[in-house]
DNA sequence: CGCGACGTTGATTTGCCTCAACGATTGTGG
DNA sequence: CCACAATCGTTGAGGCAAATCAACGTCGCG
């Protein structure tokens, strides 16, 4: 049962009383997501805070060129989802889509909250992944302000190499923030040095 | 006292008990910060999470080439601090200065802690304070990758207008990412236009 | 008063994009 | 399971956004 990887998580990081283990089991919804399949999309309130227990998703906006730009991979063991539409329940801006068939375990914002009510545990978890979530972002905004897209591509491979196996060059491409043609140019640079 | 307004912050998000109150005064200190002073230099442990009560300060980096980046100005009622450096007690890559003279209020990393063992009430609090700053560089990474840097200086006018008459255009430029000359020419068009 | 930070302008350079084209992979429907 | 379509990765020519470098007047602060 995938329900248990999500336990596993949780036990990781603080041990889980019975009692919250069987919030978890019964308020976690398991699903599978196809290839290509969407689980949000710009306009819907995003229903669901997301766990991967398996496969990949990428979280990204389209901008008013129709050009998309990736935020996030969401591999095995890690959380995706639109947290501002989440919890105020606005529309989103962003889609989430599956890059490989996946299995995930989705929550309700309802008893998401509920979760936090009932066992402050989890406001600490869920604190501390969004403080180290945050930390990300603000070193991908320093990178984006200061490196040049070699550095950055470079920092990406050096901090995800797994990746490179799974996802496409034009995915890395509009994560990094480069058109694919000219990731190309640096990969061939790259080898050639 | 300066600590009544941090007191008021806190009750605004979730009304505190005697007892968090008293603990909030005995274990935040406050301290006024010249202008140009720093609380954080590039080596050091960041030993401080820092609420700033008055005044305004910013958070950056220096990159190799000697330039500086800012990922955030800290006015009243906000925080500051490099939070990977705090939690895990390695040297900060960052700089915090004052840009006006500052009164701020200062909690060390073991106090936090034991902040949150204490009353998890402020597990909940700093959650959505992260969430809240994760959504924020989320939106910043997604317009540093898709706008032009005209858009982006629009948009930082339109969120922060009051930043105008607080803080240079060299401040301004460091933060959405462009140099002061190109800052100065965006302007003109602007005003033009 | 004088010095350093600021804001601006202009000339030149460069990093990256756009558009177009092509072979190689991948995936999929019949 | 094969054939065709779609996506992918690459290359090249040309163009634009923004950086660099240099210079200069202004202002606020010490």
Redesign the interface.
Known sequence: MSIESLIHYFNNKIDLTPEEINFVKTNFQARTIKRRQFILQEGDICKFNTFVVEGCLKLY?V?EHG?E?N?QFALEDSWVGD??SF?KETPSQLYIEALEKSTVLQITQKKQIEL?LSY??F??I??VL??N???A??H???Q???STAEERYTAFLKKSPQLLNRISNVQIASYI?VTPEFLSTIRKKITLA
Do not use: C, T, W
């Open positions: 906006k901008d050009k730009h935020l947290l501002e919890y936090y402050p545990k406001d600490r869920f604190r969004a403080e979530a945050m930390i972002y603000q991908r905004v320093l984006n302000i200061s923030g």
